[in-house]
């Protein structure tokens, strides 16, 4: 079975702009979540997807936003970015039950200049 | 929220030598806990996992206790071999979501 993928898996913004990531989830898995990844802070949830509906949701501004398609593939996007926003963002997949044995996609590496 | 807590940040084991990391948690709803290992530019890698109804669990060098009157879980590596050294995460999982620990850094020595 092929694994999560993401792309890109590297980006170079400017604050201000938007930016928007693509996840897609091991065949078989309906629940996609996203974590962002920095020195400082670790690894932090973002938000969950099942089924195209969001389960829960992290302490982030509204400037983070996610959907998920149909054939579960999740895509996140940051609006008006800022040099905060540099960071590692890795999504996971899993089947979506109770108890979440997620993999974690390669993860794309964003830089805010 | 669930808050979960990892020591140490940073450990040294001479090749061969035990390591051992503790986490903590806060909501006594978390059900599930995993481990993760994740090496330099690489993806975080579930290593070993334990679910609330299960007090310890083993696979090969590697094992995980739980102690949920306590909250809190640990993990064990034997034998320490080089390609140990990694950053080790802990996470509690709750409402579809895992919450991590800050990380410990293992360094084996050879």
């Known amino acids: 079975k092929a694994g999560v993928t993401q792309t890109p898996r590297y980006l170079i913004k400017t604050r201000g702009q938007q930016v928007t990531l693509s996840c897609s989830p091991i065949s078989g898995h309906r629940s996609v979540s996203w974590y962002q990844q920095t020195p400082g802070q670790g690894l932090q949830f973002l938000f969950e997807y099942f089924s195209e509906t969001q389960r829960n949701k992290g302490n982030f501004p509204g400037r983070f936003s996610g959907r998920q398609f149909s054939n579960s593939r999740s895509e996140m996007n940051v609006s008006t970015l800022e040099l905060g926003d540099s960071a590692l963002y890795l999504c996971?997949?899993?089947?979506?039950?109770?108890?979440?044995?997620?993999?974690f996609g390669p993860g794309t590496r964003l830089t805010v200049t | 929220g669930e808050n979960v807590e990892q020591h140490p940040s940073t450990l040294s084991v001479q090749e061969g030598d035990s390591a051992v990391i503790k986490c903590t948690y806060s909501?006594?709803?978390?059900?599930?806990f995993p481990w993760y290992k994740q090496e330099l530019g690489k993806r975080p890698q579930l290593i070993i996992d334990i679910r609330s109804n299960v007090g310890e669990k083993k696979d090969q060098r590697i094992a995980v206790t739980l102690n949920k009157t306590a909250k809190h879980f640990s993990l064990h590596i034997t034998e320490t071999q080089p390609e140990d050294s990694a950053v080790y995460f802990c996470a509690a999982f709750d409402d579809y979501k895992l919450s991590f620990g800050a990380g410990t850094t293992v360094t084996v020595r050879a």
């Open positions: 909501d006594s709803a978390s059900n599930y």
């Open positions: 996971a997949s899993s089947l979506g039950g109770t108890e979440g044995e997620q993999y």
